[in-house]
């Protein structure tokens, strides 16, 4: 069979040959501010993959598109440019040195620098390493993480004052805690200094056997901190004179952010318990382990062994309780689960001529030890910011408020808890007719103890916190600027203890008789006034900053205390009105504090540096032949990096400066009154049934000032782009 098809006619494939499109040849060299070229940085079409890369003398050669308008510049360690082609086709970018942390921002005393160009001694701890640990006070937020600075929590119970040393001890008569200034407040930053014994009149950190004391800083929400400087040497500490001694700590709070308004809420829960607690004997283990003891005795001359029958008086664990009874008294003491929940919120926004930052927080956490003590604080903070359209008045308002209330630890670590450890394993808390079983007396006295009848005892406190701050600049001229720091501080502290007659035992009556009830008030209030100047200018080569002002100080501290005993009922232990006998206590002291200050800085082409300070401080504390002390100090920086022989020498190195300073602080650290003679009453002594006046101390109209000499050298080293710091 024969098929006969047409015959197919083929078609010519046609290839479509696209024609390049019309490209452009960008040239340029690429260096950094010194004019050294920069190899390898790489120079991108914005928004394509389309590039090149710098060769050695910082040349490169880019082929891109006709329509392409932007070219992005970058190389590790250097700020990213941006450099618009508008038609050119050759190019010569210069790029800055990226602000790595020595050219960050540093908060000094009544103004900022960078660690470039600091002469002194200045730490910094930022807002995020300060967040991430979970703690209630912000100085608990340094340990571990700034040298020279050592903390110390008074006691083992909740909000326990934090003690806190900068470069060890500094002064004979203050104390070891540092200046504490809150965004220009300064605080009342003694540790335990809310808390009092009615019964004097002077404040302490919690009595007899209750762990406490609250710290003022309890009241500064962690979450609401930008940085912690710590101002360690003469050179950043003495224009705070007499204050300064034992170093500066200026905590700087959050602004607004500009911008649409932006709303932020955390929460947070967690559980604490102790990491490690001792692995204690079991009662069979134990009991064992105390019969072995009676039948071994004791030594004698003739026999290493000497069996000693037990009795009651001697061994309750072995002939009384329960034989198959266990208690682990460590985790009783210490070892209970303490919840702790946290919740704060933040709204910012506005723009330059007017912004706003308001934050709340509530943190409520409870403490391992025994009665369920815990700590719960409530924060609020409002910050308004406002700047004129010339960008020549400026005005910062700021005001926070704290509450807390906290109640007790009702047994001390070093007290209570150290007996309860040592409590046997099978000692019975309560006796089998369901009373408190007191075992002190009744058997070897001083190796029992109940902590029953201490639970019963209720101490507790409230404290208010309240700092308002406001901020003024006014600038006259070019670089001439007045300026004003005011701010007022008020604290209020109740402090209560009652102890009821179901605390009453054979344990406790060689420190607690009878029943009592102890109430203080304790009030603090600061008023303090800044006014300054600030001058500055380009001089030569380098730059001048001038700075005159003065501290106008007034505080003023109240105290009354009331103790009441044996009321004849517990419920009237809550009350002033009652008790046989009624102490009662109140002090009032004044302190007036008024300085002059100046500072003078000058920056010659970023590599020679030299700082001055002066200030002359005047205090109600001295009598009138000391009533003013001088301090001062001077500091000197070279940063022999920026010199040409040694940065082409040492091209490893990146920073390079050497640092010097001498100066002194001082301190007025001293009883009020002291330089005159001051009469107290005593209700225990009488004369003919009146009560009597004595002296309360040997006047000193010659005491004066106390003053500290300092001196410190430093070296700061930058490798790696400055990636690597070395700081002594």
Not at 94 to 120: C, F, P, S
Not at 152 to 171: A, C, E, K, W
Not at 417 to 444: C, H, M, T, W
Not at 563 to 584: I, K, M
Request: charged residues 15%; proline residues 4%; contains cysteine.
């Amino acid at each position: 069979t024969v098929v006969i098809k047409p015959k197919e006619e083929k078609t010519a494939a046609i290839t479509v040959i696209e024609m390049p499109q019309e490209q452009l040849r960008l040239t340029g060299t690429v260096k950094d501010r010194n004019g050294i070229p920069l190899q390898s940085a790489a120079v991108v079409v914005k928004g394509t993959t389309i590039g090149a890369s710098t060769d050695a003398e910082g040349n490169f050669v880019l082929y891109c598109p006709a329509d392409s308008k932007v070219l992005e510049i970058s190389i590790l360690g250097m700020k990213t440019q941006e450099v618009v082609i508008g038609g050119k086709n050759s190019f010569t970018v210069v790029l800055e040195e990226e602000a790595m942390d020595i050219d960050e921002v540093q908060v000094i005393a009544y103004g900022t620098t960078t660690k470039r160009l600091n002469t002194g001694t200045v730490a910094t701890v930022k807002s995020e390493d300060i967040v991430s640990r979970p703690v209630t006070n912000v100085l608990q937020a340094l340990q571990g993480q700034v040298a020279g600075v050592a903390l110390h929590q008074q006691s083992t119970g909740l909000g326990s004052p934090v003690d806190i040393v900068v470069r060890g001890q500094n002064s004979f008569s203050s104390g070891t805690n540092p200046l504490i200034i809150v965004d220009g407040v300064v605080v009342n930053s003694s540790p335990g200094g809310l808390i009092a014994d009615p019964t004097t009149n002077y404040t302490t950190g919690g009595t007899n056997f209750m762990t406490g004391g609250v710290s003022p800083l309890n009241f500064i929400n962690p979450g609401d901190i930008e940085s912690i400087d710590i101002l360690k040497d003469a050179d950043a500490t003495s224009i705070y004179g007499s204050r300064a001694s034992n170093g500066v700590i200026l905590i700087t709070t959050k602004k607004a952010v500009l911008g649409e308004t932006k709303y932020t809420f955390n929460a947070s829960t967690g559980l604490s318990t102790p990491a490690y607690t001792a692995e204690r004997m079991g009662t069979a283990e134990y009991l064992q382990m105390r019969k072995d003891a009676f039948a071994m005795g004791n030594a004698s001359a003739t026999s290493a062994i000497n069996p000693i029958t037990p009795t009651e008086f001697y061994a309750p664990d072995l002939l009384v309780w329960d034989q198959a009874a266990y208690t682990d008294w460590t985790d009783y003491s210490i070892g209970n689960t303490a919840p702790v929940y946290s919740f704060d919120g933040q709204i910012t926004g506005g723009n330059k001529t007017m912004n706003y930052l308001a934050s709340a927080g509530y943190t409520k956490k409870y403490d391992v030890q025994p009665g369920k003590p815990y700590q719960e604080r409530l924060v609020g903070r409002m910050v308004i910011g406002h700047t004129s359209a010339d960008n020549k008045l400026k005005i910062n308002l700021s005001s926070t408020f704290g509450y807390e209330n906290q109640t007790f630890t009702y047994t001390s670590f070093s007290n209570n808890n150290l007996q309860l450890i040592a409590n046997v394993p099978n000692f019975e808390i309560y006796n089998e007719d369901g009373s408190v079983n007191i075992a002190y007396g009744k058997y070897n006295n001083g190796i029992y103890f109940n902590p029953v009848p201490m639970s019963y005892v209720d101490s507790y406190s409230k404290t208010g916190n309240l700092l308002l701050s406001a901020d003024l600049s006014y600038e006259i001229a070019t670089g001439l600027k007045v300026k004003a720091l005011i701010s007022y501080n008020l604290q209020n502290n109740e402090w209560h203890k009652i102890f009821p007659s179901t605390a009453m035992s054979a344990q406790t009556d060689t420190y607690n008789p009878y029943p009592f009830g102890a109430h203080t008030t304790n009030t603090f209030n600061a008023l303090n006034i800044e006014p300054m100047l600030t001058y500055d200018r380009k001089v030569a080569k380098g730059n001048l900053s001038l700075l005159a002002g003065a501290t106008l100080l007034s505080k003023e501290s109240k105290l009354t205390g009331a103790t009441v005993n044996e009321p004849g009922s517990d419920a009237l232990l809550y009350s002033f009105a009652n008790g046989n006998p009624t102490t009662v206590n109140s002090n009032k002291f004044y302190y007036k504090f008024a300085s002059l200050f100046g500072r003078a800085t000058y920056n010659w082409d970023d590599k020679y540096l030299i700082n001055l300070t002066f200030r002359r401080d005047g205090s109600s504390k001295f009598g009138p032949d000391n009533k003013f002390g001088n301090f001062g100090s001077a500091g000197l920086g070279w940063i022999f990096t920026e010199e040409d022989f040694i940065s082409n020498s040492l091209s490893f190195l990146s920073f390079g400066k050497l640092r010097g300073s001498y100066g002194t602080t001082g301190s007025d650290g001293i009883g009020d009154y002291a330089y005159i003679s001051i009469m107290q009453s005593s209700t225990n002594n009488e004369y003919a049934t009146n009560d009597i006046l004595f002296p309360a101390g040997i006047p000193n109209p010659g005491i004066h000032w106390e003053k500290t000499a300092k001196m410190d050298i430093g070296l700061d080293l930058g490798f790696l782009s400055n990636r690597i710091m070395f700081n002594t």
